[in-house]
């Protein structure tokens, strides 16, 4: 699979889980996409393209800490066994707690959850994944029987109408946005129908936007299962033959959804929007839909992914080609962590907590104290570490400071809690503050194991690094305080290969095809053919057969009956109400080039030229509304915290709802992180959080002073009320505002910049101006610009000077205007990541070159011809530039 110079991996982003390859030249990498991946073919979005950036070890933790004092592995693994066996023996398994992440390999995940429901004999293991798919398990599970995913990424391009609900799969998926692109661009009768109540960038493509009210997806497709039998729409065939419980869903359809008109009312469409939608869903022969986090996070999570499923149970539109509800997960490897149980309500190897299962999987790992009920889901183990009921936790790979709902009381939990261990790869993060004890983990390109993506492709990811400072893998760590708990006998893995050969034998133990996890076709492994493993379908319970890529055609199911299951949906509205106080409904989600909590693609400037600093977009009646202007500081609020975002007014987004990215933490913003206002209320049966719908109230802010600063090296002594970082190239870039001013502003500039080099300055206290330069040698050490108005000169000319060894006169001339010179222009905002396309080339090329279309803008200049994601940008572009002629001309 690879050599020396050339090494083929998985990328370590979301769920789509994209074979990147990996070349080495002398000191450089170069990573590009995988053409013989059948998840991407070749493509790679921003992200992946730019794994390149990440790889420094500019904050990295390399050394085990106890306390913020670096110590021995030895020292640092005995103190975390003793601290779990002390609690263990005073407080028994339940006062213990693992909290994991689908950025784990799946040997890592093994290992764990091993340990904790085999060992410890204890449950309460969840993992950052509750988060994100959780409903569509139960949906699943109650639907197949178990968590199996239908179909294969081939059937969106295969399906003649694809649905997309709750999904942004332009912005979060990009590489499956682009060959879904590519299929409609070759078959011109294909039909694509977004369902969102944000006008997101894949809407641009959609040939039927239905702008949903937020939580109404479950009378929409009760609606449309009304509709199919009304009209014939049932294949009675398939429902009669291998599903049972139709009439009672139907019943529970007709009941909430009577008519196409009652239907429109409630989810406040028109008629004819779900007309065309419910007609071509009837019509069509072939059709998929694919669903996300909009459906998933909600409080009716599970039962609008049974909506959905339950529309192809009644039409047969499932197993076959181009058919199928489709769950897209987030995380590179959210369905291994499904697959060897880390979630708290499963055991291992899609087993539950049933009799037989906890038998046969005691005598598999010869489990001396095996879990047998399930344990504390994300939100409630976070509430009982607030309560005191979990003394220690031990988080893995991910940041619930930042990330999890109502971020406020974890990290009051996490800060009362006895002990706090964290194994990560970060040394900084708003999590780590809390930590007692640090365990520097393997990175990307330094770790090797298996991803699983979200159609159930098993992919090697692969070391073609060295391992920094003492940094060892999860699973290793892991392993070794197991053996200090006493269990050194069933903990002796050498190597990953060593897991995985495990983890597919118990997928095959006592199965004969009663499971749908079944990889025991890989579970004789020789440590060679592990390492030149390729990606690799399951189920695949034979070493000499394909791993089957679509499920169902038979009609058979893993329920106890062997047929698919109905689920009667009643609606149920979010938990949460907007009121006088908090009208504005607040929904969360990803940009396009940022990932999580920024700690991996918060280090690549080119991500960071995109969306800069915490943004809430908000419909232009709303800013009128809340006295907001266009640009400027505001607050968000409601009774369990509050933020401060930069107010982006357009009506991609509704009347009523306000949109905030999730990826801003204290490491980036003063004020920036979102998760201290979001619902903790959980879908009943999934406890996934209603992450989607959180009433707020919003209010401007107005400072006495307003500025940036672009610096060299990060600066630490930043204080003032409002601050944003991001990376540049050569720089990084900090916003700032204040409601005082110093007393002196170039003592003020000189605290945070250094008294060193050459200072150009320039101030106006009756206008409130203030601006320096510092040169060290002939370089542009730092600049900084301040205003009594938010009204400051662009950053993008200056940002250019910093790629410069030395500063020519004419610039310097112009360095406190913050203004090119005669005869340049700024190149504008990046729009195309990939290629680094800024706005006003783009802009000038259009109108020279008459580029009308996307495609000879990508001939041109490359710009929307990889991961296609800034696409739908480019056609707005396209938009404004014919408007300005049309202008021009008087047309």
């Not at 006008?199 to 641009?204: G, K």
């Not at 809690?417 to 990175?443: F, G, K, R």
Request: charged share 20%; proline share 5%.
């Amino acid at each position: 699979m690879h050599d020396s110079q050339q090494i083929l991996s998985t990328c370590p982003y979301c769920g789509v889980g994209c074979g990147v390859m990996i070349r080495k030249d002398e000191n450089r990498y170069d990573i590009q996409g995988d053409v013989s991946h059948p998840a991407n073919r070749g493509r790679i979005c921003p992200k992946g393209s730019m794994l390149i950036d990440t790889l420094n070890l500019d904050g990295r933790l390399l050394h085990p800490q106890i306390n913020n004092e670096q110590v021995s592995w030895d020292r640092a693994l005995d103190k975390v066994a003793n601290g779990f066996r002390q609690t263990l023996d005073n407080h028994g398994p339940d006062s213990v707690a693992f909290y994991v992440s689908g950025q784990l390999l799946t040997e890592d995940y093994y290992v764990a959850n091993k340990l904790m429901k085999g060992f410890i004999g204890g449950a309460n293991i969840d993992t950052n994944s509750r988060l994100c798919m959780a409903s569509s398990v139960v949906g699943h599970k109650r639907a197949f029987g178990k968590d199996t995913v239908p179909g294969c990424y081939d059937d969106l391009e295969l399906a003649e109408l694809v649905v997309l609900v709750g999904s942004n799969l332009a912005w979060c998926h990009p590489v499956l946005y682009q060959r879904l692109l590519s299929s409609k661009n070759n078959n011109p009768n294909k039909k694509i129908i977004v369902i969102d109540p944000r006008r997101t960038q894949t809407a641009e493509i959609a040939d039927l936007f239905l702008p949903i009210k937020p939580g109404t997806d479950t009378i929409l497709f009760n609606g449309l299962l009304s509709f199919l039998q009304q009209n014939n729409g049932i294949d009675r065939t398939f429902t009669d033959t291998h599903t049972e419980n139709f009439a009672a869903a139907m019943e529970a359809a007709s009941m909430s959804a009577v008519d196409i008109e009652s239907v429109a009312n409630l989810c406040d469409l028109e008629a004819d929007q779900v007309r065309y939608f419910y007609s071509h869903f009837l019509k069509t022969g072939r059709a998929v839909t694919v669903y996300s986090q909009g459906v998933n996070q909600s409080t009716s999570g599970s039962d609008k992914v049974n909506s959905i499923i339950n529309v192809h149970l009644a039409t047969g539109k499932i197993g076959k080609f181009g058919c199928g509800p489709f769950s897209i997960t987030g995380q590179p490897n959210a369905m291994g962590g499904r697959e060897v149980g880390g979630l708290a309500n499963q055991l291992a190897a899609h087993m539950d907590f049933a009799e037989d299962d906890i038998d046969r999987v005691r005598r598999f790992w010869d489990s001396p104290a095996i879990a047998t009920r399930a344990g504390l889901t994300a939100v409630d183990m976070f509430e009982q570490l607030a309560k005191g009921k979990i003394k220690a936790i031990w988080i893995m790979a991910t940041n619930p400071a930042v990330s999890m709902p109502d971020a406020n009381r974890v990290r009051s939990a996490l800060e009362r809690c006895e002990l706090v261990v964290v194994s990560d790869c970060v040394e900084s993060t708003d999590t780590n503050h809390y930590a007692n004890i640090l365990l520097p983990a393997l990175a990307w390109g330094e770790k090797e194991g298996t991803v699983t993506n979200s159609e159930r492709c098993i992919s090697r990811q692969r070391t073609f690094m060295p391992a920094p400072g003492e940094a060892k893998a999860d699973w290793w760590i892991i392993a070794e305080v197991a053996k200090r708990l006493g269990f050194q006998e069933n903990f002796t893995y050498n190597k990953s290969a060593d897991i995985f050969r495990e983890h597919a034998r118990l997928s095959g133990f006592e199965n004969a095809g009663t499971r749908d996890f079944d990889i025991s076709g890989l579970a004789e492994l020789f440590d060679q053919e592990y390492e030149q493993l390729s990606p690799t379908y399951w189920p695949k319970p034979s070493a000499t057969k394909e791993g089957t890529r679509r499920l169902f055609a038979d009609g058979q199911f893993f329920t106890p009956s062997g047929k698919a299951q109905f689920v009667a949906v009643y609606p149920e509205p979010p938990a949460e109400k907007i009121s006088k106080n908090f009208p504005l409904i607040l929904n969360t989600g990803r940009v396009r080039d940022q990932w999580h909590t920024m700690t991996r693609t918060g280090k690549s400037a080119r991500l960071a030229t995109h969306v800069s600093e915490p943004v809430a977009d908000i419909n232009p009646s709303d800013v009128e509304t809340f006295s907001l202007s266009d640009g400027c500081l505001a607050k968000i609020e409601n009774a369990r915290g509050s933020m401060v975002v930069r107010v982006s007014s357009n009506d991609s987004v509704a009347i009523g709802q306000v949109f905030v990215p999730m990826h801003w933490s204290g490491q980036f913003a003063s004020d920036g992180g979102v998760g201290g206002l979001v619902s903790p209320q959980v879908d009943p049966y999934s406890k996934q959080p209603e992450l989607k719908f959180t009433p707020v109230s919003i209010r401007q802010i107005d400072y006495s002073w307003y500025g940036f600063m672009l610096i060299r090296e990060p600066a630490t002594a930043i204080t003032t009320d409002y601050w944003t970082r991001s990376a540049g190239d050569g720089f990084w870039c900090y916003e700032l505002a204040g409601h005082e001013q110093p007393e002196s502003w170039d003592k003020w500039a000189r605290e945070i910049v250094g008294d060193t080099g050459s200072w150009v300055e320039f101030r106006d206290d009756s206008r409130g101006l203030y601006r320096c330069a510092v040169l060290v040698g002939e370089r542009l050490q730092a600049c900084i610009f301040i205003a009594k108005t938010p009204e400051l000169p662009s950053k993008t000319w200056l940002s250019g000077l910093f790629n410069n060894d030395s500063i020519s006169d004419a610039a310097r001339l112009n360095l406190l205007s913050g203004l090119p010179g005669p005869g340049e222009q700024e190149a504008g905002k990046v729009v195309c990541a990939c290629f680094s396309v800024r706005r006003n080339v783009l802009l000038e090329a259009i109108h020279a070159q008459q580029l009308t279309t996307t495609s000879l803008i990508g001939k041109s200049l490359k710009a929307g011809t990889n991961c296609g994601s800034c696409i739908p940008e480019l056609n707005k572009i396209i938009k404004e530039s014919d408007a300005r002629l049309k202008l021009s001309a008087g047309v």
